[in-house]
């Protein structure tokens, strides 16, 4: 090695460690500030915030819970002071009743992960809220939002959609927004918005389809994308978690398939913002 080798190498050691040293020191800070912002100034510890209840479908997959795990340990390193549980609607522990069973009376907001309106957003949470105990809020579903299209753009650009969309890919690309599919006609409503959306972050057409219980399949969307010249057509992946939707809809892309949106940033940050969004609701009502 050089001695001008050396002296590069050293140089860039030396920087990694100060980045590593001032990641550390910044989560040391955070860390510290929302300690002591639960404090007041008279030195009395401030009440506790609401429970944030994160309200999952549940599945027989496992990567399914793994990756909601994953997801609700940034939600909490975000943001350590709030107490943050996880309930199943049905096939996973602990289920919703007994989440909100353990908690007493105290007081909860309930954030779906589930991306737009529909039977268990506006039935199922509700009806299990309202049979507990707990003094409970429930959030709006995540979908539509900026936050999910930001999602869903770094997950088809990891796939290999370009990051700036040349003649070609205007001309002759398209997406498949894929997801899972209700009777709900404002669920639909929302999923449209979301390809909307996402249509004029990339600059192509992007076309709602389904797994099940809706029109049109992926199948169906691909064909008539293709029927239109559009021959480069990517799906999106338009669940939280890899599961067998997910994995049924990736198989049937002619050309890429985007990852679910899973534990991208994007989606901790989401959630505490449906968090917040309630509370702020709360307040303004109650004022």
Same mark, same amino acid.
């Given at each position: 090695?050089?001695?001008?080798?050396?002296?590069?190498?050293?140089?860039?050691?030396?920087?990694?460690?100060?980045?590593?040293?001032?990641?550390?020191?910044?989560?040391?800070?955070?860390?510290?500030?929302?300690?002591?912002?639960?404090?007041?100034?008279?030195?009395?510890?401030?009440?506790?915030?609401?429970?944030?209840?994160?309200?999952?479908?549940?599945?027989?997959? $496992?990567?399914?819970?793994?990756?909601?795990?994953?997801?609700?340990?940034?939600?909490?390193?975000?943001?350590?002071?709030?107490?943050?549980?996880?309930?199943?609607?049905?096939?996973?522990?602990?289920?919703?009743?007994?989440?909100?069973?353990?908690?007493?009376?105290?007081?909860?907001?309930?954030?779906?992960?589930?991306?737009?309106?529909?039977?268990?957003? +506006?039935?199922?949470?509700?009806?299990?809220?309202?049979?507990?105990?707990?003094?409970?809020?429930?959030?709006?579903?995540?979908?539509?939002?900026?936050?999910?299209?930001? !999602?869903?753009?770094?997950?088809?650009?990891?796939?290999?959609?370009? !990051?700036?969309?040349?003649?070609?890919?205007?001309?002759?690309?398209?997406?498949?927004?894929?997801?899972?599919?209700?009777?709900?006609?404002?669920?639909?409503?929302?999923?449209?918005?979301?390809?909307?959306?996402?249509?004029?972050?990339?600059?192509?057409?992007?076309?709602?389809?389904?797994?099940?219980?809706?029109?049109?399949?992926?199948?169906?969307?691909?064909?008539?994308?293709?029927?239109?010249?559009?021959?480069?057509?990517?799906?999106?992946?338009?669940?939280?978690?890899?599961?067998?939707?997910?994995?049924?809809?990736?198989? +049937?892309? $002619?050309?890429?398939?985007?990852?679910?949106?899973? !534990?991208?940033?994007?989606?901790?940050?989401?959630?505490?913002?449906?968090?917040?969004?309630?509370?702020?609701?709360?307040?303004?009502?109650?004022?």
């Amino acid at each position: 090695m050089t001695a001008t080798s050396k002296a590069t190498s050293q140089s860039k050691a030396a920087r990694d460690h100060l980045d590593s040293t001032a990641h550390i020191m910044n989560r040391i800070s955070s860390q510290l500030a929302s300690q002591l912002s639960l404090v007041q100034l008279d030195g009395r510890r401030r009440p506790e915030p609401p429970a944030l209840v994160v309200v999952a479908h549940g599945s027989r997959d $496992p990567r399914t819970l793994n990756t909601v795990m994953e997801l609700l340990d940034q939600v909490r390193e975000q943001r350590p002071d709030v107490p943050v549980h996880l309930g199943h609607i049905e096939l996973n522990e602990p289920l919703l009743p007994d989440t909100l069973a353990s908690l007493g009376t105290a007081e909860a907001v309930l954030v779906p992960l589930l991306l737009s309106r529909g039977y268990h957003v +506006k039935r199922d949470i509700p009806q299990m809220a309202a049979a507990a105990d707990a003094r409970t809020r429930v959030a709006a579903p995540l979908g539509p939002h900026p936050l999910l299209v930001e !999602t869903l753009h770094a997950r088809l650009v990891e796939a290999g959609w370009p !990051t700036a969309a040349d003649e070609e890919t205007r001309r002759t690309g398209a997406v498949v927004l894929a997801a899972a599919g209700s009777r709900d006609p404002d669920s639909a409503a929302d999923t449209r918005r979301t390809a909307q959306l996402l249509s004029d972050r990339l600059g192509v057409p992007v076309v709602p389809a389904y797994a099940s219980a809706a029109t049109p399949t992926v199948d169906t969307a691909i064909r008539a994308l293709t029927a239109r010249g559009r021959h480069r057509v990517a799906v999106a992946s338009y669940f939280t978690a890899p599961g067998l939707f997910a994995t049924q809809c990736a198989e +049937k892309a $002619p050309w890429i398939a985007a990852a679910p949106l899973g !534990t991208h940033p994007a989606m901790a940050g989401l959630i505490l913002h449906r968090y917040e969004q309630s509370l702020a609701a709360r307040v303004t009502t109650a004022a």
